[in-house]
């Protein structure tokens, strides 16, 4: 009876813990790093838009101009919105979108600022404004990225701006600065050609009061983990790889929590709490980006380039190296692999029990996620580049083209599309979604989408000036701790 009685008041404690979190992070309302909570991409509990026009102001909420370039997604927590940006002394800087093969790196030896802004999620209106650091930029980047790629991460009290190899810069939420941590030069680019460089894009994950940054760099290659209050070291791993931009992604299972990585000679999960490596394998394609999700007791990871192009379906208790043999599809530790289907460019999508893959030239294919079995395969839009990782909610799935064309899908196994909606501007971004609005990061502002009364419908742009602060730090290289 004793034991019983211990039991219920366990079940109950455990409910009322439950109960507490939930309403500490109600449904849909965070967003709290790339592509959102837990990467899935995934915003229930509200009606979402499935058409607007911003010329005349239809189902616009608000428009805020942003100053420099950047391709950095906007993160939400509560009523504020966080993005980062780099801002070059040069007023034109040079970009080019759509599809096409390699070119020489982007040198850009002027002095940029690379600064954070915090939003009013419901107006739009600048709230701070806070330049990190200053400097010319250490690493050279490709003509379709920039030097602000990476989304911050939060976990609304702390947000977290990684500017690759100008450093690592925590602020509060009134944009006090609380710590900086300085990068040796991080060195994206292929390995077998020195003259090309991309920039660098791993987006931190805040987990447990805990940063998570993969940086898979020329130079050098490795996994980290710091403390979020002190910037201090906890572990790093080396990683045996080559460079790639992917970001990735705590997965809390039964057994340990765990740190899922993409990556070409080294895709693997790390214990989250000792950087011990938990399984791994190799292959797929040379340039890993799309970063790793997971659904239905499976990790899905997908990469492209060099002519391979696969998605792995990765049981969540593998164990070991499970690299798969030639001609294999399955294993002890993967439950199916398609080999020719995976992205280049976008992480895919799970939504219900449909995957979603699009690659960067528009073709859009849904699989069973369970069994690999394919619905369909479609083209949302010919001759454009497509770079943007979709989102998703209440029934509908976002795919948004390099040109800022929208494509609104309905979710399910049979292809529909809903609407097409245009932003007006080059969107590389992956939008986020927070209490029935979608953010769309675009080259010149972000854009604030929702369900509106006509009434409520009329064109706004948001004023972006607010008090600008001094240097957080000076363009000094350091080892990370």
């Not at 040079?94 to 030896?109: A, C, D, Q």
């Not at 910037?231 to 460079?243: C, D, Q, V």
Request: charged share 20%; hydrophobic share 40%.
């Amino acid at each position: 009876m004793l034991v019983a009685k211990i039991r219920c008041l366990s079940g109950i404690a455990l409910l009322l813990l439950v109960a507490i979190a939930q309403a500490e992070s109600p449904k849909g309302v965070n967003w709290p790093q790339f592509r959102g909570p837990h990467a899935s991409g995934i915003a229930e509990g509200h009606a979402l838009p499935e058409k607007w026009d911003l010329e005349s102001g239809e189902n616009v909420k608000w428009k805020t101009r942003i100053p420099g370039l950047a391709h950095s997604s906007p993160v939400v927590w509560g009523d504020r919105v966080f993005v980062t940006t780099a801002v070059s002394s040069d007023p034109n800087p040079f970009l080019r979108v759509g599809l096409y093969g390699e070119s020489p790196k982007h040198e850009e030896n002027v002095e940029h600022e690379f600064r954070v802004l915090c939003l009013d999620k419901k107006t739009g209106e600048v709230l701070w404004d806070r330049l990190a650091t200053r400097g010319v930029p250490k690493a050279s980047r490709h003509i379709k990225a920039t030097h602000a790629n990476c989304t911050p991460a939060t976990d609304g009290k702390k947000v977290i701006a990684f500017f690759g190899s100008q450093g690592m810069f925590c602020f509060d939420f009134n944009g006090n600065l609380q710590w900086m941590k300085q990068f040796n030069l991080l060195d994206a680019g292929p390995v077998d050609a020195t003259d090309l460089e991309w920039g660098f894009a791993s987006s931190p994950v805040i987990h447990d009061g805990k940063i998570v940054a993969q940086c898979d760099a020329r130079n050098e290659a490795f996994l980290a983990v710091w403390d979020l209050t002190t910037g201090k070291g906890i572990w790093k791993t080396t990683r045996p790889t080559y460079p790639g931009w992917a970001t990735p992604t705590v997965h809390v299972g039964t057994d340990a929590t765990q740190v899922i990585v993409n990556g070409f000679l080294h895709i693997g999960g790390y214990d989250f709490e000792t950087g011990r490596e938990l399984w791994k394998m190799r292959g797929g394609g040379d340039i890993p980006v799309p970063t790793p999700i997971v659904a239905n007791d499976l990790i899905f990871i997908t990469n492209a380039h060099g002519g391979q192009a696969p998605v792995y379906a990765v049981k969540t208790n593998a164990s070991g190296d499970i690299t798969l043999e030639e001609g294999q599809t399955e294993n002890k530790g993967i439950a199916w692999a398609h080999m020719k289907i995976g992205n280049y460019m976008q992480t895919p999508l799970v939504y219900g029990d449909n995957l979603y893959c699009c690659r960067d030239n528009g073709i859009m294919a849904n699989y069973d996620a369970r069994t690999g079995k394919k619905n369909y395969r479609e083209r949302l839009s010919g001759g454009v580049g497509f770079t943007a990782s979709p989102v998703a909610g209440d029934g509908k799935i976002y795919f948004t083209s390099e040109e800022g064309d929208v494509h609104v899908i309905k979710a399910g196994a049979d292809f529909e599309r809903l609407a097409q909606n245009a932003l007006g501007e080059i969107h590389m971004a992956t939008p986020a979604i927070s209490e029935g609005a979608i953010f769309f990061r675009t080259k010149d502002h972000l854009i604030a989408v929702a369900e509106l009364p006509k009434k409520e419908s009329e064109p706004a742009e948001s004023p972006a000036k607010a008090p600008i602060a001094e240097p957080a730090a000076k363009d000094k290289p350091t080892e990370p701790s």
